[in-house]
């Protein structure tokens, strides 16, 4: 756990940490971009069916899409014959210019293939998890960033021109890929470079900048009515990133750990100058003492198999998993659920992301005071919330409707804070590994969110029991976990089983006893015990 003493000597949240800040936030506004542009390009309008005898259609007389389907009404309620729709399809312009289902016709016999499209670009997601999470163990944080960025601009631009439903689908498929390589390194890589007492706004900032680009698509959308010239204008500025190559540093601290020190001590030189915190020769000697005793360690690879290989870990691991699935799985069944109020789908989408401010808000002024009990507490509101409902009678949808949103923005706390927690639940050495399985429980979730619905053939409660009862375990559990708040990142799966000591603040010694027995250099750092302030 030595770098975070070093982080106390060049400072943990000073100048150069606040630009790498910027460079991590301006993606976020695009990957919401992506994340929910499918609700405007796949978005089904009215559309009927076109017949000799039709004459001019009345999109007015539909009360919804279904209606138009032939083969689920009659030829008085859809405007076509009771067959197969023959003369083609007729889409209402009011709302849209033009989606993804009115230019290849993906409705009645076709519909489902516009859920398919949805799935996959979600299974894009959950492979991008796995194979980013790895990748960046192996090859670096800022490196996958890099790659993940280049990845979303031009398959994110392809799919703008794509020729077919089929080839719309594949890009999207590689855009969501790069988007968990994007959010997992970001995330990760400003982690690693704050200090315990300022590390939750690894988590909490970027969410802001996500929330951000969840508001502005709603005004983007409603002034963008094409899908394809949407498209485009989500994509092609992430080109503009390209100047990431000379700005976004790497992680010192994933370097020391790969045992490529020089490039790591290069990094942290730079990181003291820009905080003004000059490299002295007294941290020039606690380098020399780190290195000595991080040569005298022995080097072992890891693997995704060491998170559940000792005791401590593989039960911190698990529950972490879980409540990674549950918070993904409710947010988007809640979402789902809230959108079947019928308002103005622009609307809708303005609301929904001014909702999750205030749940990303005030987990700043909990998280400082504990990951754990901020983590339970949430757990607990949304959980509670939607279980509230199912005994709200049917016709107070007023209530029932109130309830949910609570239960939205105790799910969206919660979820802010389930980064910052894993982050440092997760040992260096296999950090990434753990955020990459976290995500990709996460994204089978999503992947199931939509498949909640066709719980209702069972019970008209069923969703919202099990939006309710998967938090409240999920509540229980974080009891199992530990308290992280203002406490060093574990660099070692050692650390975590207790086979490394820490002074009372949470600190690790051993560093500085070590420099204190070959230098003088502890006598300007951390000779007092008191925790670093903010």
């Not at 008085?76 to 989606?99: I, K, L």
């Amino acid at each position: 756990m030595h770098f975070d003493e070093i982080l106390h000597i060049i400072g943990g949240f000073g100048k150069f940490q606040k630009l790498l800040y910027v460079w991590i936030c301006l993606p976020q506004i695009f990957l919401a971009f992506h994340m929910f542009v499918s609700i405007f390009s796949g978005a089904v309008p009215p559309h009927l069916c076109r017949s000799e005898s039709s004459g001019s259609l009345n999109f007015s007389l539909l009360p919804s899409p279904e209606l138009s389907c032939p083969a689920r009404a009659n030829h008085s309620d859809a405007g076509g014959p009771a067959v197969r729709c023959r003369g083609g399809w007729e889409y209402s312009t009011e709302t849209y210019q033009s989606t993804i289902v009115t230019e290849w016709d993906l409705v009645c016999d076709k519909a489902s293939l516009n859920y398919v499209g949805s799935s996959i670009y979600m299974l894009g997601l959950l492979v991008g998890a796995l194979l980013f999470g790895t990748l960046a163990d192996k090859y670096g944080r800022r490196n996958i960033i890099l790659v993940s960025l280049a990845i979303q601009a031009v398959f994110g631009v392809g799919a703008a021109f794509a020729p077919n439903f089929y080839v719309y689908t594949a890009l999207r498929f590689m855009v969501g890929t790069s988007i968990s390589g994007v959010i997992m390194n970001a995330f990760v890589l400003g982690t690693e470079w704050t200090g315990p007492k300022q590390r939750m706004l690894a988590g909490i900032i970027t969410d802001y900048w996500f929330g951000l680009g969840y508001i502005l698509l709603a005004g983007l959308a409603y002034l963008v009515r094409d899908w394809r010239t949407l498209q485009l204008a989500i994509s092609a500025p992430g080109f503009l990133f390209i100047f990431y190559v000379l700005v976004l540093p790497k992680s010192a601290r994933w370097l020391l750990s790969n045992n490529r020190k020089e490039e790591a001590w290069e990094v942290i030189r730079r990181a003291a100058q820009m905080n003004r915190k000059p490299f002295t020769q007294d941290l020039e000697m606690c380098q020399q003492v780190y290195k000595a005793e991080e040569e005298s360690e022995v080097k072992t690879k890891h693997s995704m198999v060491d998170l559940v290989r000792t005791p401590r870990m593989r039960r911190q691991s698990l529950i972490v998993f879980y409540l990674w699935f549950v918070n993904i799985l409710v947010y988007y069944g809640l979402s789902l659920n809230i959108a079947a109020l019928g308002m103005n789908i622009y609307v809708t989408q303005l609301v929904f992301g001014l909702v999750e401010m205030p749940a990303r808000t005030i987990t700043l002024f909990t998280l400082n005071h504990s990951r754990k009990f901020s983590q339970l507490a949430f757990l607990l509101v949304g959980g509670s919330a939607c279980l509230l409902t199912i005994f709200v009678p049917g016709d107070r949808s007023m209530v029932k409707t109130s309830l949910a949103m609570v239960g939205k923005f105790g799910i969206t706390a919660s979820l802010s804070i389930i980064y910052v927690y894993s982050a440092e639940v997760f040992p260096t050495v296999i950090r990434q590994n753990g955020i990459g399985m976290g995500s990709m429980f996460a994204r089978l979730g999503g992947v199931l969110a939509p498949m909640m619905h066709f719980l209702r053939f069972l019970s008209p409660q069923a969703p919202m029991m099990l939006c309710g009862v998967l938090p409240l375990l999920g509540a229980a559990l974080t009891l199992l976990l530990p308290e992280t708040a203002n406490k060093p990142l574990p660099d070692s799966i050692q650390d975590i089983e207790g086979h490394r000591c820490s002074d009372e603040d949470g600190v690790n010694t051993t560093f500085f006893k070590a420099c204190l027995r070959k230098s003088d250099c502890s006598s300007n750092v951390h000779r007092d015990t008191s925790k670093p302030s903010a």
